[in-house]
């Protein structure tokens, strides 16, 4: 039984039951609330399920107007080829969900979050060249890749 459920599990049902409420309250009789007629809505009105990220607006219009106007005397001199752009990420490979659905009642016990990570580099150079990833760990070999040969692994 899987108890890890996506929201658009429960936002769709709501979405439903309010069309039906509204279909019944114009008096409309020939109406069904089904999946495949919440799927059509979703595809002609462009609605989509996602997840609002905080980043885009952490940096002020001001500050990149300035920062496009002073980045071309900063480049001035160096080749195109070693001109890049990186940027990190974190896999938590051990991590376990932090939120589920629990019956009113049931006591719901999480565990310490496990902090167990790796860090990758990515970049990319102004004419699109993509070097290999850069993976930064704790240990030069660790346990999840015992059994993997590292030279054939894709990153430095």
């Given at each position: 039984?899987?108890?890890?459920?996506?929201?658009?599990?429960?936002?769709?049902?709501?979405?439903?039951?309010?069309?039906?409420?509204?279909?019944?309250?114009?008096?409309?009789?020939?109406?069904?609330?089904?999946?495949?007629?919440?799927?059509?809505?979703?595809?002609?009105?462009n609605i989509n399920y996602k997840a609002i990220p905080g980043e885009p607006a952490s940096v002020s219009i001001e500050?990149?107007?300035?920062?496009?106007?002073?980045?071309?005397?900063?480049?001035k001199g160096y080749d195109m080829n070693d001109i890049f752009n990186p940027d990190e990420t974190r896999i938590f490979f051990k991590a376990l969900?932090?939120?589920?659905?629990?019956f009113k009642g049931n006591n719901c016990k999480g565990t310490k979050v496990s902090k167990e990570r790796l860090t990758v580099l990515l970049c990319s150079s102004v004419l699109g060249e993509k070097?290999?990833?850069?993976v930064i760990g704790k240990s030069k070999r660790p346990r999840c890749f015992l059994k993997l040969k590292l030279k054939n692994l894709p990153t430095t």
């Open positions: 039984m899987n108890i890890f459920v996506n929201a658009d599990q429960i936002i769709s049902p709501l979405l439903k039951e309010k069309a039906l409420y509204f279909s019944k309250e114009l008096k409309i009789d020939n109406f069904t609330d089904s999946d495949g007629w919440l799927d059509c809505l979703k595809k002609r009105q500050l990149t107007s300035n920062w496009k106007a002073v980045l071309p005397s900063l480049l969900p932090n939120k589920t659905l629990v070097p290999p990833p850069l």
